[in-house]
T-cell receptor, first 115, second 112 residues
Framework: GAGVSQSPRYKVAKRGQDVALRCDPI?????LFWYQQALGQGPEFLTY????????KSGLPSDRFFAERPEGSVSTLKIQRTQQEDSAVYLC?????????????FGPGTRLTVT | GNSVTQMEGPVTLSEEAFLTINCTYT??????LFWYVQYPGEGLQLLLK?????DKGSNKGFEATYRKETTSFHLEKGSVQVSDSAVYFC???????????FGAGTTVTVRA
């Protein structure tokens, strides 16, 4: 079956530009997560949705970062006025439901390069 | 807060060698523990998991045992293949939380 998909796979932005990164989770998955992975590091949590509700945005690094999931399926991560330190791979993951036994399934990521 | 520390790489092995990647954790609760793998050009995939103390997760010849007394979850494989070349991430999920906390990753290269 279809996994988590993300688009675009690669994005180059000039400093100061706004970008929008899209995530299509696995159909029927209630939970959706965004992570940021800097080069040579493990992913770091950004934000979490349960259906359309954003329950945790504690990992968003600044108010330039904004995420939404208006209909409880597709999610968009928006970064305004991009800075060089925003260069990273942005990973989306979805999970069927809550509970410790449910696996998070990751998409291939969007590699953002800010020049 | 929660954190994961794993063995630094890179690790280079010959085919059929024994692989161990050390992972220790700090958590406020009683976490679930995971190993994720990232093959070249691919996304993160769950390799194995354990949800309580003394559980052993296993998959594709890899094993890891949840050791509460040493707060560890070391990954092992008895005989690696070239196809095991990848980046391996140890991670935890606190039961009162839902997000994953990852280690920095260990790059493993297996040579024929």
């Amino acid at each position: 079956g279809a996994g988590v998909s993300q688009s675009p796979r690669y994005k180059v932005a000039k400093r100061g530009q706004d970008v929008a990164l899209r995530c299509d989770p696995i159909s029927g998955h209630v939970s959706l997560f965004w992570y940021q992975q800097a080069l040579g590091q493990g992913p770091e949590f950004l934000t979490y949705f349960q259906n359309e509700a954003q329950l945790d945005k504690s990992g968003l690094p600044s108010d330039r970062f904004f995420a939404e999931r208006p209909e409880g399926s597709v999610s968009t991560l928006k970064i305004q006025r991009t800075q060089q330190e925003d260069s990273a791979v942005y990973l989306c993951a979805s999970r069927l439901a809550g509970g410790r036994s449910y696996e998070q399934y990751f998409g291939p990521g969007t590699r953002l390069t800010v020049t | 807060g929660n954190s994961v520390t794993q063995m630094e790489g890179p690790v280079t092995l010959s085919e059929e060698a024994f692989l161990t990647i050390n992972c220790t954790y700090t958590a406020t609760g009683y976490p679930s523990l995971f190993w994720y793998v990232q093959y070249p050009g691919e996304g993160l995939q769950l390799l194995l998991k354990a949800t309580k103390a003394d559980d052993k997760g296993s998959n594709k010849g890899f094993e890891a045992t949840y050791r509460k007394e040493t707060t560890s979850f070391h990954l092992e494989k008895g005989s690696v293949q070239v196809s095991d070349s990848a980046v391996y991430f140890c991670a935890l999920s606190d039961p009162n939380d839902y997000k994953l906390s990852f280690g920095a990753g260990t790059t493993v290269t297996v040579r024929a």
